[in-house]
């Protein structure tokens, strides 16, 4: 009976739009979900232990590229978004929907910490009738082993006195077609009344909702989508040193495969893979399946050829400038395009970083364009992006393509006769002798 009061009133709130929804970790997933709920109506609190992010907020700033800035701002003009560290006014808030990272430890084991920060500070000021949602990519398990025990800790139930979801983020940074609004979002509830509210929540907000019987299962989906990415892509990339091999062009014959109209779907090769997300899920996965007995051959297969990615582009590198009678250690290699992928300014994880302190270690002078990342750290020390036209003129021995940002042109990289690798195909169709492909 309980329950049903509860349930009865946040759906009300829900569908009035009248519902206070908290966000907790404003990144590339929070900050767009944030601003899509105060679009639909919601007045929504932004929480980040980050002020300079709420702050950015409250000035109606974006530092987030898929985040237009009129939008962000007409938001927070009207009162609908606002910024805050301050955790204990989570205590106001109907809705709170968690976004906070998930990363690895470097044992490759899940790193929880922030999530358990998190949900700390919900349970320090959890009531009766709140929705709490997890849209953090993790295990299955986490919201029902991790979550719900520490909220059921202050005395009140789950699924009757308060409501407790996981929701699978699947935004995709850079993305010009699918964004939080048109991308079906998967909600499972702990129960059915769980289930009920967080569906409502995302059926006010975003174009399609799929509800699924559990928390488990919601975690699952979004594991098996980036292990699904993970391991085709690890294919894929085994295929291109098969090729090499074999004096094949791989580019081609993935052009020529995906004209099959049923049954085959394109993955493509690259420098190795990057993100806050396809290089670290499958860990999340295998390190529970190992707890229950079962190891995730094909995981750790994929994690094996991904990786070594960026010793193959170094190999490939070593071989190109051999064509011209050059070792790598002395030779000045430009890198151009260092973000994980392109059109993001985004760098966790990225391969770039990996080739650039390999080929640091074999003697390369090292130099990088990137119009998204004006400057990076590798191995302890910065380096500062360049001009891509002046590199170009300054007449490095070797230019990997590592990124393909849409804003680069290669006419004038490809007439100077410059040794080229190319990890990502930016310059199909094109036959020099100076051009090497993956
Ligand atoms: N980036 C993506 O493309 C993407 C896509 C789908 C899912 N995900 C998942 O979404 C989650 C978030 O990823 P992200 O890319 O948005 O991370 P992010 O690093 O961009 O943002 C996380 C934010 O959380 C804040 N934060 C950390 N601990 C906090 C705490 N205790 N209280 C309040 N704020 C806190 C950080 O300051 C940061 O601003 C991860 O689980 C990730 O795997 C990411």
């Not at 944030?34 to 109606?60: H, L, P, Y």
């Not at 400038?321 to 760098?347: C, Q």
Request: net charge negative; charged share 25%.
């Amino acid at each position: 009976m309980i329950a049903n009061t509860h349930h009865r009133h946040l759906l009300e709130r829900i569908t009035s739009r009248t519902a206070h929804i908290g966000v907790i970790g404003l990144g590339y997933v929070g900050l767009p979900l944030a601003v899509e709920f105060a679009r639909q109506g919601f007045k929504v609190s932004g929480f980040d232990v980050d002020e300079s992010k709420t702050s950015q907020i409250n000035a109606g700033r974006s530092y987030i590229p898929d985040v237009p800035e009129k939008e962000l701002a007409e938001v927070v003009k009207a009162g609908r978004l606002r910024g805050t560290s301050r955790m204990s006014e989570l205590a106001d808030m109907d809705v709170i929907d968690i976004c906070v990272p998930t990363p690895l430890r470097k044992t490759k084991d899940p790193d929880l910490s922030y999530v358990v920060k998190a949900v700390e500070a919900v349970a320090a000021t959890l009531k009766r009738g709140q929705l709490v949602i997890l849209e953090s990519t993790t295990y299955p398990g986490t919201t029902d082993e991790v979550v719900q025990p520490m909220l059921e800790a202050q005395g009140l139930k789950a699924d009757e006195e308060f409501f407790l979801a996981f929701s699978p983020e699947r935004v995709d940074p850079g993305n010009q077609k699918f964004n939080t609004r048109n991308i079906p979002k998967v909600v499972g509830g702990l129960g059915k009344a769980s289930t009920d509210v967080a569906g409502a929540l995302y059926e006010s907000t975003v174009d399609t909702v799929v509800r699924v019987s559990s928390t488990r299962v919601a975690e699952m989906v979004k594991l098996l989508e980036n292990t699904f990415r993970a391991v085709n892509i690890g294919m894929v990339n085994e295929l291109a040193l098969m090729c090499h091999k074999m004096d094949i062009d791989v580019w081609e014959v993935i052009e020529a495969a995906k004209t099959k109209p049923f049954g085959f779907m394109p993955f493509y090769p690259g420098p190795g893979l990057g993100g806050h997300c396809i290089p670290i899920d499958p860990h999340y996965l295998s390190w529970k399946a190992r707890q229950h007995g079962f190891e995730c051959r094909f995981i750790e297969l994929a994690g094996h050829v991904n990786s070594s990615m960026p010793h193959y582009v170094v190999e490939r590198v070593a071989e190109a400038l051999n064509t011209t009678k050059k070792p790598i250690n002395g030779s000045r290699v430009h890198i151009l395009g260092v973000a994980y992928k392109r059109d993001v300014n985004d760098m966790r994880e990225s391969p770039a970083l990996d080739i650039i302190e390999l080929l640091g270690k074999r003697g390369a002078d090292i130099s990088y364009s990137d119009p998204w990342v004006p400057e990076l750290r590798t191995d302890g020390h910065m380096l500062k992006a360049v001009d891509f036209g002046q590199a170009v003129t300054g007449c490095p021995d070797c230019v990997v393509i590592c990124t393909d940002h849409s804003v680069f042109t290669y006419d004038e990289l490809v007439k100077s006769g410059v040794v080229i690798v190319d990890t990502r195909n930016a310059l199909k169709d094109r036959q020099a002798p100076n051009i090497f492909r993956l």
